[in-house]
């Protein structure tokens, strides 16, 4: 599986950036997949992912609202469209395939995971 995301930038508070992110080596669609932070210093948090088994969506509920995941199956490539950024939202954005699922994604799940080598969204204030 690979994965490389873009979209990545800076941007001042209130604005907005997309966050796009191909994959291969695997059929997409197959398995979870989604978007996880990480600031310096702190585990990774999860983002947003989508189900692989009913498309259900899966995100904090401080980023409802804001954050808004999406995939195109033809190009497969999942999206991250993020509004009314912060200068908390300030991280690195990973793109990630979960084999077991959005509720076994990340470090706290456990599970089988890849990961993109991601890119750094910086919300100046």
């Known amino acids: 599986v690979q994965l490389v995301e873009s979209g990545g930038g800076l941007v001042q508070a209130g604005g907005s950036l997309r966050l796009s992110c191909v994959a291969s080596?695997?059929?997409?669609?197959?398995?979870?997949i989604g978007w996880f932070r990480q600031v310096s210093g702190k585990e990774r948090e999860p983002v947003s992912c989508?189900?692989?088994?009913?498309?259900?969506?899966h995100s904090p509920d401080a980023l409802k609202g804001r954050f808004t995941i999406s995939s195109d199956n033809a190009k497969n490539t999942v999206y991250l469209q993020m509004n009314n950024l912060k200068p908390e939202d300030t991280a690195v954005y990973y793109c990630?395939?979960?084999?077991?699922?959005?509720?076994?994604?990340?470090?706290?799940?456990?599970?089988?995971?890849?990961w993109g080598k991601g890119t750094l969204v910086t919300v100046s204030s």
């Open positions: 080596g695997y059929v997409f669609g197959r398995y979870a």
């Open positions: 989508i189900s692989e088994t009913d498309g259900r969506i």
């Open positions: 990630g395939v979960f084999l077991l699922g959005c509720e076994k994604a990340g470090p706290a799940g456990g599970g089988m995971d890849y």
